[in-house]
């Protein structure tokens, strides 16, 4: 995996060790000298991810991450400070200040690599999601809150914390008091299956427990569906560098050394869980403009544009196992003179009600779209003409025989539809022709009286 890396550090002999490093391992590296020119790169460049030293004159890290996490534009890019601090106070400070891990002087190799890459793996994916999110806001959906999730301090988190140690799962509780609901599970084989089964924000993984493997766990979570988004903070014993690095090459997003400091894994897993809310957040507001994209916003049904792929898509699998296709194109009857009489609002009313009969009396592997207007389709795979008659005759009749409630004083009113059906014996028919076929009975039933069903 390469990225873009930029190196921020105000002595040359580190700047150049790091790129060497890094430009080793396939990275292209970026360099900065102090913190005004590294934002400067920042905003003209964007790199994907910021190796930035603690201790520069003038504008030192804490003050750049601060001002890098503060922009929309560049919240999203992945922080490590690099630096000669030891002390938790200085770690937690960078965190506070929106860094995302700390690498401590001298740098060792393996660590750098593997922490880099996994941060590179988060920010791709949370570009990803942005991406999405600034499709759904072209589609009309509101615009994403430029990474403001992401300063939220949460209070209603859910996390899951796996050890064998009672005592220390009883100190975790009291760490993170305040924080939410905070679940335990005992270290073993069952634990990702257990875990799948839960709606969680964080799973806190210990990888010094002698009766289960913390690593083979972490594997299982990655695996699942379930659990695949779900962050994973390990602690691990320090020195214990070959067991952290397998951990973040699997997916692993955090972690904290033993002994650990109460305040540093406050913010590492308060940290987490934002991130975790965010990325949620993009994803539910880009399935919501995808629905937005492919329904009809006054029935509710799928509208034109995806009735038309779906379409294809369905004669070509009947074509691949020899099976019928039928078609149903609709018309309300005389819809003009609704919206005439009644105005526009009460024909919306109708075609919200239309439509909701129509989902009442077709079956879950059929697709009802509205097609534009008052015409309706209905696509039936694995279904004969004689078949699909039946179902459009019982549509006419439930249409016919019930009239359509509307907020117009003066309704019910009364409503008929004329029904065309058309069919592809083997799927083998092109879609534009099972359209028209289908298109030109419903006018011939429209010209014979309305009000009927006819077979192509």
């Given at each position: ?181 905070i679940g335990f599970l005992e ?141 149903l194109m609709m018309d309300i ?124």
């Open positions: 995996m390469t990225a873009r890396v930029l190196v921020v550090d105000d002595v040359l002999p580190n700047v150049k060790l790091l790129d060497a490093k890094l430009t080793g391992e396939y990275f292209d590296v970026l360099s900065a000298y102090s913190g005004p020119e590294a934002l400067e790169i920042i905003s003209r460049e964007h790199p994907d991810i910021i190796l930035l030293d603690v201790m520069m004159p003038g504008m030192d890290g804490f003050e750049v991450c601060r001002r890098i996490k503060a922009d929309p534009a560049t919240t999203h890019i992945p922080v490590v400070m690099v630096t000669a601090l030891d002390q938790p106070s200085d770690r937690v400070a960078g965190l506070e200040a929106g860094a995302d891990d700390f690498l401590t002087k001298p740098v060792q190799d393996l660590a750098l690599f593997a922490r880099v890459r996994s941060l590179v793996r988060l920010k791709l994916m949370m570009d990803e999601l942005r991406n999405r999110e600034a499709t759904g806001a072209s589609l009309g959906l509101d615009e994403n809150d430029g990474g403001e999730g992401l300063l939220e301090a949460p209070t209603d988190a859910k996390i899951l914390v796996v050890d064998d140690q009672v005592r220390l799962m009883e100190r975790i509780a009291r760490a993170l008091d305040g924080m939410g609901e270290g073993s084989d069952q634990v990702a299956e257990e875990a799948r089964t839960k709606t969680l924000d964080l799973i806190i993984v210990s990888l010094s427990m002698t009766k289960a493997d913390g690593l083979r766990i972490c594997s299982k979570l990655r695996s699942y569906e379930e659990t695949r988004h779900v962050p994973i903070l390990v602690m691990v014993d320090d020195g214990n560098t070959k067991m952290l690095v397998r951990a973040l090459e699997m997916g692993v997003n955090d972690y904290v050394v033993r002994p650990v400091d109460r305040m540093e894994f406050l913010a590492r897993v308060k940290t987490q869980v934002r991130r975790k809310r965010y990325a949620d957040k993009l994803r539910e507001n880009f399935h919501i403009s995808m629905q937005m994209a492919t329904t009809d916003a006054v029935t509710g049904l799928y509208n034109r544009h995806y009735m038309s792929s779906h379409l294809d898509t369905q004669l070509r699998a009947a074509e691949s196992r020899g099976k019928p296709l039928s078609l009857d005389h819809f003009k003179e609704v919206n005439d009489t009644y105005g526009h609002k009460a024909g919306d009313e109708v075609l919200k009600e239309f439509a909701e009969r129509i989902a009442r009396n077709i079956r879950g592997v059929d697709l009802a779209a509205r097609y534009g207007g008052e015409e309706f389709v209905i696509i039936m795979p694995d279904t004969t003409k004689e078949f699909a008659a039946l179902i459009a005759e019982r549509l006419r009749s439930e249409v016919d025989e019930q009239p359509f409630d509307i907020s117009d004083k003066r309704g019910p009113i009364h409503v008929s539809v004329s029904i065309g059906v058309a069919s592809s014996p083997d799927g083998s028919e092109a879609a534009s022709s099972l359209l028209e076929r289908a298109d030109a009975i419903m006018y011939k039933a429209k010209s014979e009286g309305r009000n009927r069903v006819l077979i192509a």
